[in-house]
């Protein structure tokens, strides 16, 4: 993984040493990898908290079925959190790819 990042690194520093066509191309080909890489991970992780959250309201419902109601609520506030998380990796990302303010 090290020799990956110094790899596009080292091909970054060549890229916006080139002239301005080179560059704007090489940073638009960056933006499409680090958006799909970082909303790929965004995404893992999102489903990682919403499966944890699932198993902890499943586990506690049937210890004490009487509290059933209150902690589906509390679920659904903890998923749309993490979702929302979700969410604002895809806006990253879309900066990234539409209005890339590095261009």
Known sequence: MK???????AIAGAAF???GAVAN???KAYSVVAAGIGLGLAALGGAIGMGNTAAAT???T???PG????LMTTM???LAMIEAQVIYALVVAMIAL???PFL
Not at 67 to 70: A, E, F, M, P, T
């Open 25 to 27: 191309e090489t940073l």
């Open 76 to 78: 659904f506030i903890a």
């Open 3 to 9: 020799k990956i990042v110094l790899l596009m690194l």
């Open 17 to 19: 040493a080139a002239d």
């Open 67 to 70: 509290l059933g109601g209150k």
């Open 62 to 64: 049937a210890r004490n």
């Open 98 to 100: 539409y209005a890339n």
């Open 58 to 60: 499943i586990a506690g």
